[in-house]
């Protein structure tokens, strides 16, 4: 028998992890509810004439970290039950194709966050957007999202196997994922206009958004069977 | 390389060596003089600085401490590589890789704190969000976590190649972090900070005691990763032992008396491998 290529692999790990989001909806019914919770909380806190809507870009980003936290987590709970990472590891399939799946199916999951997030922002928020600035959105999401996957899947192989790991994926991956933040953010205000940003001062931040998620694709394909090794 | 390090005696808890080599006892009464003349030199020879006062005496350790921090995560990501690379895998690269990770971040943090302290003397505030701050307060993070990671049991082998790649990501990580803060910065840049060091020229003695310094804190850290990594050794050593011990005396027992119900040493063997 061949060995599967790294390809299938991945799309079959993908498919797998989303079949069972759609089945367990608990991605739908705890994590989406808490993102929500987290903006209407942001509002609280912030609730100063026009202050939300300055920093309406900042808090779609920083409710996404947070919630990506959570999403990584899920999608690691569910391999630690019944040892299922180390049942792909004995079939022979090549880590990276693991890894590689993981980080499409976290990525699907993200940019759905991220879609939910922004329409909260809109409506919570008062910030508008227009067509351009909806290009440059859908763009900022796709890219961070790969980024914010690739670092998560990798920090989330850590953390499986009890014994306060779970603790440890934030104080890995949020120092890790800063540069998304700070890229995202500025292309995000670019697009909904904040403090008159004009919309062409969000493209740039595209390009550091591509290099963070190919660098750490590259790292995670090539370090995942290390890192998730007992 | 790392069979030589377990001992074959099964009590190795009262025989266990000093961490002390005549040559490291000698580098570490030479550090020792060496703070005590940086003192001396950095408090009461140097002249006060024109623009900064006294002042200027934080940076004779201010400097070194940075350096030694930037020195110590260069040589954990050598180590690492070391270790992955290394035909062998051996064992000691990752503990001189822990060992300067540990002695790095203690640094780092010395550097924050005389810093901020400087800072708050001559800024007027303990903190900018001036790019080589925030990196450095990032980099500060980055290795408390890969010191986490270190820490989360397994056996040596496994320890040794997830840090390993920890450190190498970290690698990757921290040029990322610096060049997206600077553009942050560049983005959001309201006052240009004063940049003391910039236009300053330096008394003969002052750059003396500098670079003394420089070389003093390169020689304590030299000297407290020996020492560190020598008790990571003993550390591993008693761990791999540690079973030895416990399997020996629940032997010893099961030939000596059969009315044993479940005795065991069951606070040294090695729960976490």
């Known amino acids: 028998m061949s060995r599967p290529s790294t390809y299938k692999v991945a799309l079959a790990v993908a498919a797998k992890d989303l079949r069972i989001e759609r089945r367990s909806k608990v991605v739908a019914n705890q994590i989406l509810p808490f993102a929500g919770i987290v903006m209407v909380l942001f509002a609280f806190a912030l609730d100063n004439d026009g202050i939300l809507q300055r920093v309406a870009p900042g808090l779609v980003w920083l409710a996404t970290l947070f919630s990506s936290i959570i999403v990584v987590q899920r999608t690691f709970a569910v391999e630690s039950a019944d040892n299922a990472l180390d049942a792909l590891r004995v079939a022979g399939l090549p880590p990276a194709g693991v890894f590689l799946g993981k980080v499409m199916a976290l990525t699907a999951q993200l940019v759905l966050f991220e879609a939910v997030l922004v329409v909260l922002a809109l409506v919570l928020y008062q910030v508008s957007v227009s067509l351009g600035g909806a290009v440059l959105l859908v763009t900022t999401g796709m890219l961070a999202s790969i980024g914010l996957a690739a670092m998560g899947a990798l920090y989330g192989g850590l953390s499986i196997g009890g014994r306060g790991r779970e603790t440890l994926l934030p104080l890995l991956l949020l120092p890790a994922v800063a540069p998304i933040l700070i890229a995202a953010t500025r292309a995000t205000e670019a697009a909904f206009g904040s403090d008159g940003t004009p919309l062409r001062e969000g493209w740039p931040w595209m390009g550091l958004l591509g290099v963070f998620g190919a660098l750490f694709l590259f790292g995670g394909t090539l370090g995942f069977g290390t890192l998730t090794d007992e | 390389m790392n069979t030589s390090l377990r001992p074959a005696s099964t009590a190795p808890a009262s025989t266990a060596p000093p961490t002390r080599t005549p040559a490291s006892f000698k580098l570490g009464v030479a550090v020792i003089l060496g703070m005590v003349l940086l003192a001396l030199l950095g408090l009461f020879f140097t002249d006060e600085d024109i623009v900064q006062g006294s002042t200027v005496r934080i ?99 496994q320890r040794a190649k997830r840090s390993a790649v920890v450190a190498l990501l970290a690698v990757l990580e921290i040029p990322l972090v610096h060049f997206s803060v600077v553009l942050w910065r560049s983005l959001h840049q309201e006052a240009s900070v004063l940049r003391p060091d910039g236009d300053v020229t330096m008394d003969g003695l002052m750059l003396f005691t500098l670079l003394f310094g420089v070389a003093v804190f390169t020689a304590a850290f030299v000297w407290l990763v020996l020492h560190r990594q020598r008790v990571l050794t003993m550390a591993d050593a008693v761990e791999t032992s540690g079973l030895d011990a416990a399997v020996a005396m629940r032997r010893s027992e099961a030939g000596g008396t059969d009315g044993k119900d479940g005795t065991d040493g069951s606070g040294i063997d090695g729960s976490d491998r």
Not at chain 2, 65 to 84: D, I, M, P, R
Not at chain 2, 121 to 137: E, F, M, N, V
């Open chain 2, 59 to 157: 940076m004779y350790v201010h400097v070194p401490t940075a350096w030694v921090a930037y020195l110590a995560f260069v040589v954990t990501a050598l180590g690492s590589a070391a270790y992955l690379w290394g035909k062998q895998h051996s064992l000691t690269f990752d503990r001189v890789a822990g060992a300067s990770a540990e002695v790095g971040v203690l640094f780092m943090g010395l550097t924050l704190v005389t810093g901020s302290l400087w800072g708050r003397i001559t800024w007027g505030t303990y903190w900018q969000w001036d790019p080589r701050l925030t990196t450095t307060a990032f980099l500060f993070v980055t290795y408390i976590g890969y010191l986490a990671v270190r820490g989360l049991g397994g056996t040596h082998q």
